[in-house]
């Protein structure tokens, strides 16, 4: 038995398969969720299979525990999961930066998910880390778009064990976080406060500089360019001579931290300056003497410090930044700057020269090495305290040196200890002593003791180096008056501080080598006074006494001297050994940074105060006037002082007592400033434990009461200002003082305590109360700000009554008209009450929370102050919110009465401002939203009983009523705009503010059921927002589940559950309670119930369909039908199908009618037999009508669905006219259709469509009339009229005049006479008259029809196993029609061949599709009426438009097959097709309604292909009889394509097939005769035609053709002699070699010539020339007419170069034992007919364009043209086609140089525009491996061989036989290789065939043979490539079968030339052609053709071709004839 498993979670520890049923296979290491389990078997389901729920084998896994797995590392795995299927969409998207970035992340995270589990970090390592992962996690859901997760530090929080308030404080700040987050894991975080601490990263990464051979030391400092001084001690990197990078004095040497920057430091003139001091003898030149003689030892004699440089750098770059951001590290960046120099008497002023730029005392200094930038530094900001940046960045700090500030720093914490003194030496002035030069002084520093004593350890010149005993400064040369401004640093220990003093010994340094410095005076400070007061800041003038023996300089000697002016501690009457001058003076600058000593003496009397009292007063006052850090420094001291100066022992006040409050005051404001504000926690210390004064509380609360009373009288607010803001140090102390006075006496005047509070209250009251002004506002903000924490203070004091007493009182006080800012404290005030820990006990907390609802109610009512009033509200909702969780088991009356006062005062006046203020756009409004939302969390069912009982006193509901509508209406709109108030991606907050909201409406159904229910009391209004807003509430997007990915989806639903069920219950609940009346909600209801069953919740579905029962069933009863529920169900279906709504689940629920037997029409069936028949055909309707919305809305999207949304737009449109007659709907899909008519620019479907809604209207009806999605409305005729104008705009955009003229004829009546506006009349005419002229003159191309077949079960319901003919688009052929419904149905597999498919592929799971072409049949009925010959543009127009029926061939064999007549048995299978509507119609496809299929007979067949011919030819004579000046050359090409081909034998091969008894005796003749006897009529008549054509023609042929028609005359008579008696074909000699006949070729010798490994083949097309060499001459090819009385040369055979024709084919075979041949008959040769002789001799061949050259071997086959370059059929100009063969020959390249020297533009014997529109395309690209040497096939196709895709492009007068080859019937054939009608070959016709060592190459018809005159035509697109050609290049022999091949007869490939007919548009273009040909007789040479088959021919059956090797025979006339005239392009398939 399975019993549910407490979310259990496990790991498969081992594959497995899932091989049993239910199973769910794993893979080890999946991750399982277990939902239930039995014995044996855990049933639950994968993350990485999402929505799979299997079983799976206990053993295999491994439970984990879940509470102790680390909530970050869980959040990494599910993370990592969710983006890593986002990772692989990206991929796909090719959106490459988002891959690789957040690859990026997924492997850190990844990596940090590893040590997160490794568990090897400690606790503040794994924060820091869980902190990064988090931040970047965040950055990536920000970055993709996914939900923002709500943490608190690292940690996501649980939305349900905080209250809703909490969740959206915690949401903002997490947004925050997230939009600060980095990819890189840092995080720039909003912090309240200011950071005041900053430190500098330093580190010097090179000196650019060589200065002399000497070393150098370089200082570094901190320099403030405004009050132009340093900022910090100096830093010091020592450079040795060698350079930088060779000395390293130790690790780190050359970076530091300049610590304590404060944000004042941090300006745009702080500085670094670098001073670069020389390190060797003072004058360099010696330092470099003594280098060069020395170079390897090192220098002796002393060396000094001597100036060299100095640089500066602005830091104003890293100074920027946001001093509100927490960055845990700014950027390390690189800095370079350059040295300058200057005279050494300015070289202390050199820092503030250049920053001035003052640039005519300074000069740069080159470096030594031009690749550098003289010094380079890097520098890093960081921030925080020094402890935290040492924690944060441990590496910068190891090793590194810290360089102090000289000063505090802004913030000083209580623990820190420094004690340092700064001396700068300044300057000094010395008297010359004699000497014309000045001295080269040097200044030693020492440090020592009363004694004499050296203290060591205690002097730094700079941080960098250590601690020396002894100092020496820099040497001036030559300077009296020397500057030195150099910095040290004293850290004297505090016990030897007040003994110790300075000395200065002043030396003069000789330039000479070896000499010592020599003493010449000194000058000392003493460190401390007598009184205790340290050295004071500032500039010291010290005395300089002269001594030059050292052994003098005893402290004895001349501490007893003044050192200073004014020196207290000298023996004034003293005169030593030491004399002074006085104009020599030293001076010294110091600055003191000690928190142990002090320089004040004011502080130092205060301390000492009873020692004497007399200079309390003065004390006093000067320490009012104290630096800041001085009081802190002695604070305990310093109040204990105070206190005890404050009051006397009795308690009384003293004399000082108002100037010791005044310190006091002061001194708390300074605990309240930030720079201080860690020394608040030393003061609480203080107060709590070492605080001693018991008597001073009656003092302070006199002196805080005068302050209240005086305020007003004041001139100086400031001392108020700092009293009212310290009051929470002085009611600290003050109650302190009263608690010890207390524990002292046992408690004595505790009444008179509270009397002076109460008194002291009285008075800060009436201060609030005084009218603000600007002086006193601040006052009393102060005083506001103070009183949360005072009256915290009191809490112990006082009972909470009299708190809560005060606290409005104080509050009461302020005026309502108050100033904004005393309005805001006083808020504040309110704010601080309400979190402090008043609001934490029971008895305050009921006190304040009146106190905060009053004042809230106000100013909510008022709409001001939202931010403060949100801010208190989210503070008590919060605080009541975790009480409320604390007292869960049982929560106290007092909670109780808080939630039921907060609802009573806060709940109507929260719904009615946000209501107000939702109109506008109030940054309040979320918190406020929040606010609303916490407080219905806290209120349950009775606080709703309550509150309901209290807004209708005496039963009166309006407040009631009021409050539901205004509660219903914000609810509504926060839900319609799906939770807009909050961000897209807080889903948690949404879904909580959900979770609240749909329990409150649970709560606002019961007033609703008990108080407006009744038949008074109802009210549908209210009970229609409440119906309306629960649906609302089940639709919004958030809720819809599905649209999640499954883990967030189960997350949602185990943390919350399917909202939407819960509420759809509820509705249905509250639909039952309604009864009677149901009637006001119907049909209104409609709508929302069926949203409703939108919810894919079963049980929710089938019980609100119960619904539709009920309201059914209510209105029959009360209507007597329920037509209002059918109407509006089929309205509301169709509004939210067509919005995207709905899937199939609720199709199957509707289709499927069990449930709805149950429910509906069970019940019918008991109460109403009529209701239940009408109930029965209601649900079949809307069955069908879901069936075509779905289908419809699977389509709705994507430009590549349109012409999907087309068919099911004409479907629904079709349901609602015919099914249920709904006009409307009708209209609007009209409308709809034409819409998408219109963007796929289907304009005659767009007019066909429109005529649906012009036939509803009347001509005679006056009323309005509106149209869908138009308002204006129209009088019905009026609609008609602009209807039949819109349609006629459209048929003549899609050029069907025909179809506009009736409307034309309509409009006229109605003008002419009902409307009598002959205006309009006349305009109407004239469109007319237009139309008729179009349809003369306007160029029309002729559509092509596809049949379509959809089969398999993946089609869309609406095409699966239909065929539909489609009606392709201008010039559109089947293979971009192919292309473009591949594109429609992208999965679809194109079906290879045109038999019907098999039961397999229609019940497939695949999609499949054939194509094929078929032919329309017109109607017989079009014309009827006609009386002449009607024109054939108007006839053309029937026979392709307004067509139901359509055909197409399939060629077949029956009966034996005779390989020498293929004719015999070929049959043609005929299919019909019928559909439903006339094409072109309102769509471009109609479904096939019918199909036959008929079988024609051989005989039949050549009948029909005879009888076309002749109709073609009749058509053409009656045209150029018409209009004889048309362009001669398609009449030519048709009669010498029907004469030649006839000559060759082709009827021939009818007579031999037909006309012989043995025919009619045989099976396939029996019952034929009537057709043989037709067939010979038809060829008779043909005869009969052709003799008109050549006399008409040889009326019209101008003289360059008449050569031709000589031509033809005489093939002419040979044709006719050769029908001569129907007999057998005689053949006539003739000079022509071509009438020569072939010889046959018998197996045995086609067999022994294969053997041998010659070449044989067979060709097919309009002539064939069959040549067999046995000796050593061949003759030449008839290519082009000779001229009479030339003679013929016999021509080398096996060495010669022919010049054949493209389409000519010679065929060389070896020797065969034989006659000779036959004598070349004397024939004249043409003019200029040169052959290429054996050695290149020449001999005579015709002057023809160069043509490819016969090549020895086919791996140097010429090259193909590229593809980007065939031009299209629709090309605008004639194209030149120049020959892309490769010609190696020279003499090739000659000829083609003169042709085109010759012809100048085209390459044409004789020039003959073609019409054919894909005669232009040049010859595909064949496949690499056709192309290889060997015994390959080598072709070359003509043009529009295989054109688009591999499907063929046969015209309407091509082969009937050849409709539906398939391509495996056609590889290695050429049968389906049609050409388009108006193609011709070349000038002859025929190809060329050379064989090569059992290879072979085939060339066809190169496009430079021809020039084309192509009508002015867009071009299109390129065609696509073939996807076959057909051809198998290995292992073809002679025959050109494969073994496949040779056993199947539908597989024979055959070379077969189709005929090129020209005159299918002949009629479209006579002008152009005209125009086109008329200038080029007298440019080009006479027009020649020849006899051999060229032009047109008739292509022969492929079994005929190949059998046995053998030539074909004749071509049959007929063939081509029929196909010219009746048979467009149909079954070229794939």
């Not at 997924?106 to 997160?116: A, G, V």
């Not at 509050?811 to 808020?827: N, T």
């Amino acid at each position: 038995m399975w019993i549910p498993s407490n979310n259990k979670y496990g790991v498969a520890i081992h594959n497995w398969h899932g091989d049993v049923r239910y199973g769910l296979a794993l893979d080890v290491g999946d991750s399982v969720d277990i939902v239930e389990e039995c014995r044996h078997w855990f049933r639950g389901s994968c993350p990485r299979k999402s929505r799979a729920v299997g079983i799976f084998p206990k053993t295999y896994i491994h439970i984990k525990d879940l509470s102790k797995i680390d909530p970050v590392v869980a959040e990494c795995t599910q993370v990592l999961r969710e983006w890593s299927e986002i990772w692989k969409r990206l991929y796909v998207d090719r959106e490459a930066y988002k891959f690789q970035t957040l690859r990026k992340v997924m492997y850190s995270i990844l990596d940090s998910r590893r040590e997160l589990l490794s568990a090897t970090m400690t606790q503040d390592q794994t924060t820091e880390l869980q902190m990064v992962v988090v931040s970047k996690i965040d950055w990536g859901n920000r970055k993709l778009g996914l939900d923002l997760v709500p943490r608190v530090g690292p940690l996501a929080v649980d939305p349900h064990s905080i209250g809703i308030v909490k969740l959206y404080n915690v949401h903002v700040s997490s947004a925050d976080n997230a939009k600060a987050s980095s990819s890189r894991g840092t995080l720039r975080r909003k912090i309240q406060r200011k950071i005041l601490s900053h430190h500098l990263y330093f580190c010097m990464r090179d000196f650019g500089h060589r200065i002399g051979g000497d070393d150098a030391e370089v200082y570094f400092f901190l320099y403030d360019g405004n009050r132009m001084r340093p900022v910090s001690e100096r830093f010091l990197v020592k450079i040795s001579k060698d350079g930088f990078s060779n000395y390293i004095e130790k690790l780190h040497s050359n970076c530091t931290v300049f610590t304590d920057l404060g944000a004042a430091d941090l300006n745009e003139e702080l500085h670094l300056v670098a001073v670069v001091m020389r390190v060797g003898k003072i004058i360099q030149s010696d330092s470099m003497k003594k280098t060069e003689k020395n170079n390897s030892s090192s220098m002796t004699g002393p060396t000094y410090r001597r100036p060299y440089g100095v640089g500066v750098l602005s830091l104003a770059d890293i100074c920027q930044f946001d001093s509100s951001l927490e960055q845990q590290s700014s950027e390390e960046r690189e800095f370079n700057f350059k040295l300058y120099q200057s005279e050494e008497k300015d070289f202390h002023l050199l820092p503030e020269l250049i920053i001035k730029k003052s640039s005519g005392k300074y000069s740069p200094i080159q470096p030594g090495n031009q690749s550098t930038q003289g010094i380079v530094v890097s520098l890093k900001l960081l921030h925080g305290g020094l402890v935290q940046a040492r924690k944060e960045q441990p590496l910068l700090f190891q090793g590194t040196t810290i360089t102090r500030k000289m000063g505090f720093p802004d913030v000083i914490m209580p623990g820190d200890v420094r004690n340092d003194l700064f001396l700068t030496l300044e300057r000094a002035e010395f008297e010359r002593g004699g000497k014309n030069t000045g001295k080269n002084i040097l200044v030693t520093v020492v440090v020592l003791d009363v004694t004499g004593n050296v203290l060591t350890d205690c002097l730094w010149g700079a941080s960098g180096m250590d601690a020396l005993p002894q100092y020496r400064s820099m040497i001036l040369y030559h300077q009296n008056a020397p500057s030195w401004n150099e910095m040290l640093r004293l850290s004297v220990p505090i016990d030897k501080f007040s003994t110790a003093h300075v000395r200065f010994e002043f030396r003069h340094c000789s330039t000479r080598e070896k000499s010592e410095p020599k003493l010449f005076a000194f000058s000392f400070a003493r460190l401390m006074d007598t009184s205790g007061a340290t050295l004071g800041d500032g500039l010291h003038e010290l005395y300089v006494y002269k001594c030059e023996d050292p052994a003098k300089l005893q402290p004895a000697n001349y501490l007893r001297l003044q050192c200073r002016p004014r020196d207290a501690q000298a023996k004034v009457d003293c005169s030593g050994c030491f004399s002074r001058s006085s104009k020599e003076v030293f001076v010294l600058r110091s600055l003191l940074c000690s928190t142990k000593l002090t320089q004040n003496a004011d502080l130092l009397s205060l301390l000492q105060w009873r020692a004497h009292p007399e200079t309390i007063q003065d004390s006093l006052t000067g320490v009012l006037r104290l630096n800041d850090e001085e009081l802190v420094k002695f604070l305990q001291d310093v109040l204990d002082a105070l206190f005890a100066m404050f009051s006397n022992e009795e308690g009384n006040s003293t004399q000082h007592s108002g100037l010791v409050f005044h310190v006091l005051v002061s001194i708390f404001s300074l605990l309240q400033s930030n720079k201080f504000q860690h020394f608040r926690p030393v003061m609480n210390e203080y107060i709590e434990n070492h605080f001693a004064a018991a008597l001073v509380y009656k003092g302070l609360i006199t002196s805080v009461e005068h302050m209240a009373v005086f305020m007003t009288k004041a001139e100086h607010p400031d001392p108020f200002q700092k009293c009212f803001g310290s009051l929470e140090y002085i009611f600290k102390l003050l109650i302190q003082s009263r608690r010890l006075f207390a524990r002292a006496t046992g408690g004595q005047y505790e009444d008179s305590f509270r009397r002076d509070l109460h008194s002291l209250f009285t008075a800060l009251n009436g201060m609030l109360a005084v009218p603000s002004y600007d002086v006193i506002i601040p006052t009393q903000e102060a005083l506001l700000n103070s009183t949360g924490v005072v009256l915290e203070q009191l809490k112990d004091t006082l009972p909470a009554p009299e708190l809560g007493m005060l606290a409005r009182n104080m509050l009461d006080a302020i005026p309502r008209g108050a100033p904004i800012r005393l309005i805001q404290a006083k808020l504040q005030a309110v704010k601080d009450l309400v979190s402090g820990e008043l609001f934490h006990e029971d008895d305050s907390r009921t006190v304040v929370l009146s106190v905060a609802c009053k004042h809230l109610r106000m100013h909510l009512s008022r709409r001001d102050e939202l931010r403060l009033c949100a801010e208190i509200l989210s503070e008590i909702l919060s605080q009541l919110f975790e009480l409320q969780r604390e007292q869960r088991e049982k929560i106290t009356n007092t909670l109780q009465h808080d939630l039921d006062s907060l609802c009573k005062n806060i709940l109507g006046i929260l719904i009615r401002t946000i209501s107000i203020i939702m109109e506008g756009s109030n940054p309040n409004l979320p918190q406020l939203v929040a606010c609303l939302l916490g407080l219905l969390q806290l209120l349950d069912e009775t606080h709703y009983k309550r509150y309901w009982d209290e807004l209708t006193p005496n039963k009166d509901p309006r407040d009631l009523k009021d409050f539901l509508s205004k509660s219903l209406l914000v609810y509504e709109e926060l839900l319609t705009q799906d939770w807009l108030v909050f961000p897209t991606d807080w889903l948690i907050m949404k879904l909580a503010a959900n979770d609240v909201m749909r329990k409150s409406l649970e709560e606002f159904a019961k007033p609703l059921v008990y108080r407006f229910l009744g038949p008074q009391a109802f009210d549908s209004q209210l009970w229609w927002s409440y119906f309306s807003l629960a649906v609302t509430f089940l639709t919004q997007p958030s809720l819809q589940l599905e649209q999640y990915r499954e883990p967030k989806r189960l997350k949602i639903l185990h943390s919350h559950g399917d909202m939407r069920v819960l509420m759809g219950f509820q509705i249905l609940s509250m639909w039952s309670q309604l009864g009677e009346q149901k009637l006001h909600f119907i049909p209104s209801m409609v709508g929302p119930f069926l949203e409703v069953t939108l919810v894919p919740e079963p049980a929710l579905r089938k019980a609100t369909l119960s619904v539709f029962y009920d309201m059914m069933q209510c209105e029959q009863a009360a209507r007597g039908s329920f037509r209002l529920v059918e109407s509006e169900l089929i309205d509301k279906l169709d509004l939210l199908i067509s919005e995207n709504k709905g899937d199939d689940e609720y199709r199957e629920l509707f289709s499927t009618m069990e449930h709805l037997s149950l429910v509906l029409l069970e019940k019918v069936r008991t109460e109403n037999p009529s209701w239940k028949d009408a109930g029965t055909a209601f649900i079949a309707s809307v069955t069908r009508l879901l069936e075509r919305l779905l289908d419809y809305r699977s389509v709705m999207q994507g430009e590549e669905n349109r012409d999907k949304r087309m068919t099911c737009t004409v479907n629904l449109l079709n349901f609602y006219k015919n099914e249920i007659n709904r006009k409307e709907m009708y209209l609007r899909y009209i409308y709809k259709l034409h819409n998408l008519h219109l963007q796929a620019e289907n304009y005659t479907e767009a007019g066909y469509t429109l005529k649906l809604y012009a036939s509803m209207l009347s001509w005679d009806r006056e009323t309005q009339s509106f149209a869908p999605f138009d308002n204006s409305g129209q009088p019905e005729w009026q609609r008609k009229e602009r209807l039949y104008h819109e349609i006629l705009k459209y048929f003549d955009k899609g050029k069907c005049w025909e179809k506009g003229i009736p409307l034309c004829k309509e409009l006229a009546q109605l003008y002419e006479t009902r409307r009598f506006d002959y205006n309009k009349l006349s305009d109407i005419l004239i469109l007319e008259a237009k139309f008729f002229q179009n349809i003369l003159t306007q160029l029309r191309p002729e559509p092509e029809y596809f049949r379509v077949g959809f089969y398999g079960m993946g089609l869309p319901l609406f095409v699966r196993n239909k065929q539909f003919v489609y009606r392709g688009l201008e010039y559109e052929r089947i293979g971009a029609f192919t292309q473009r419904l591949q594109t429609e149905f992208p999965s679809a597999q194109i079906l290879a061949n045109n038999s019907p498919p098999e039961a397999s592929i229609l019940n497939a799971p695949e999609q499949y599709i054939q194509i094929s072409n078929v032919r329309p049949v017109g109607d017989a009925q079009a014309l009827k009426t006609a009386m002449v010959p009607v024109p054939e543009k108007i006839a053309r127009f029937y026979e392709v438009n307004d067509v139901t029926r359509f055909i197409y061939d399939r060629p077949m064999y029956k009966g034996p097959i005779d390989k020498d007549n293929e004719f015999k048995s070929l049959w043609i299978e005929r299919t019909t097709l019928d559909i439903t509507s006339p094409l072109p119609g309102i769509l471009r496809w109609f479904e096939v309604k019918h199909k036959s299929v008929q079988e024609l007979t051989p005989v039949e067949y050549a009948c029909e292909i005879i009888n076309n011919a002749g109709k073609e030819l009749a058509d053409l004579i009656v045209q150029y009889r018409r209009d004889p000046k048309r362009n001669i050359n398609p009449f030519s090409m048709r009669l010498q394509g029907t004469i030649d081909a006839n000559v060759m034998g082709g009827i021939s091969k009818y007579q031999e097939a037909f006309f012989s008894e043995q025919f009619l005796k045989s099976p396939q003749g029996a019952g034929q005769q009537a057709n043989v006897q037709r067939l010979k009529v038809l060829i008779l008549e043909q005869i009969q035609i052709l003799e008109q054509a050549l006399e008409l023609h040889g009326q019209l042929a101008p003289a360059g053709v008449q050569p031709l028609h000589n031509r033809l005359l005489e093939r002419f008579s040979q044709l006719k002699q050769s029908l001569s008696g129907m007999g057998r074909l005689k053949r006539q000699p003739s000079e022509s070699i071509v009438n020569t006949p072939l010889p046959p070729l018998p197996t045995e010798q086609r067999a022994a010539a294969t053997a041998a490994g010659a070449g044989g083949g067979t060709v097919a097309g309009a002539g064939l020339v069959h040549q067999q060499a046995n000796a050593n001459y061949v003759y030449e090819l008839d290519e082009i007419y000779t001229r009479p009385g030339d003679t013929l040369r016999p021509v080398e055979a096996m060495n010669s170069y022919q010049t054949l024709s493209k389409e000519s084919l010679s065929i060389v075979l070896p020797p065969v034992e034989q006659a000779d041949a036959p004598p070349v008959p004397h024939r004249p040769r043409s003019q200029n007919f040169v052959t290429a002789g054996v050695n290149g001799g020449s001999i005579d061949s015709p002057e023809v364009p160069p043509k490819r050259q016969p090549m020895s071997s086919s791996s140097n086959a010429p090259p193909l043209p590229p593809r980007g370059i065939t031009p299209d059929k629709r090309a605008s100009n004639p194209m030149i086609f120049n020959d892309f063969g490769a010609g190696h020959a020279s003499d090739a390249a000659a000829r083609r140089h003169s042709a085109q020297q010759q012809h100048g533009q085209k390459y044409s014997v004789v020039d003959i525009s073609f019409d054919d529109p894909e005669a232009d395309q040049q010859p595909h690209s064949l496949p690499p491996n056709l192309q290889e040497a060997g015994n390959h096939l080598s072709v070359c196709f003509a043009p529009n061989d295989f054109r688009d895709s591999g499907i063929s492009t046969t015209s309407s007068r091509e082969l009937n036989q050849l409709n539906n080859l398939s391509e495996e019937s056609a590889s290695l054939s050429m049968s389906t290789v049609h050409h388009r009608e108006h193609c011709r070959i070349s000038s002859n016709g025929s190809l060329d065939m050379h064989m090569h060592a059992g290879g072979m190459n085939i060339t066809q018809r190169d496009s430079s043979t021809s020039s084309f005159d192509v009508e002015d035509i867009p071009v299109p697109p390129p065609p696509i490539p073939p996807k076959s050609l057909g051809v198998t290049a290995n292992g073809l022999g002679p025959n050109l079968t494969t073994s496949d091949e040779a056993h199947s007869p539908n597989t024979h490939a055959s070379l077969n030339h189709s005929i090129n007919n020209h005159n299918h548009h002949s009629h479209n273009n006579q002008q152009p052609q005209q125009q086109q040909q008329q200038p080029q007789p007298q440019t080009q040479p006479p027009q020649q053709f020849n006899g051999d088959g060229a032009g047109e021919g008739y292509s022969l059956p492929q079994q005929q071709l190949l059998a046995n090797g053998r030539a074909p025979g004749p071509a049959p006339v007929p063939v081509a004839v029929e196909a010219a005239v009746s048979h467009p392009p149909d079954g070229g398939t794939f």
